[in-house]
């Protein structure tokens, strides 16, 4: 069982591992291999690597752009495609209640989230869940052991269409 882990717990292992004030995504369309479901020309689809319910699933633009206005129709395609795939193989895969999707962000590079320009999918399991406890990481967030983050992965890429 994916263990929920502390605000705390989760922002100390980031900041071992990104300097500060680095953007997150970047940093992890650069770095991170492991997880990904999907990379396309424009976007980049894979795990969450802190989420905030088990399943959840992140599209990155691979330009560092920061707002909608910047997106070309073509990145907006591929991001719209990607996402779409994503939720329903969540849907597919690990059956939730329903599925949020947001492109939240800041407006600056901060430990947690980042400018950069992306989508989180969601996968909701708890009637009482709502909006205001999952887009928080003062509820905590998932870590699995090696073991189930391949399981969760293998799900998600064999659902994936
Ligand atoms: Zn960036």
């Known amino acids: 069982m994916p263990q929920l882990i502390t605000r705390q717990e989760a922002i ?5 591992e990104i300097p500060r004030g680095e953007c997150l995504a970047c940093h992890i369309l650069k770095e991170q291999t492991k997880h990904i479901l999907k990379k ?5 689809t894979l795990l969450s690597e802190y989420p905030r319910c088990w399943g959840q699933v992140i599209v990155i633009a691979n330009r560092h752009i920061t707002s909608f206005t910047e997106l070309k129709p073509e990145e ?4 719209s495609q990607h996402i779409l795939s ?6 597919k895969a690990l059956t939730p ?3 949020y999707v947001a492109a939240t962000g800041a407006h ?31 509820k905590g ?12 992965y293998k799900n998600l ?5």
């Not at 890429?157 to 269409?161: E, G, I, N, P, Q």
């Open 141 to 152: 967030l998932y870590s699995g052991t090696n073991e189930e983050w391949a399981a969760l």
């Open 157 to 161: 890429k064999t659902a994936w269409v």
């Open 12 to 16: 100390s292992k980031i900041e071992k």
């Open 76 to 79: 907006w395609n591929e991001l």
């Open 86 to 91: 994503a939720t329903t193989a969540i849907e």
């Open 97 to 99: 209640l329903r599925c």
């Open 108 to 138: 600056e590079n901060m430990v947690s989230t980042t400018p950069h320009l992306h989508f989180n999918i969601v996968p909701i399991y708890n009637k009482t869940d709502k909006p205001a406890t999952i887009f928080t990481w003062g």
């Open 40 to 44: 396309g020309k424009y976007t980049t």
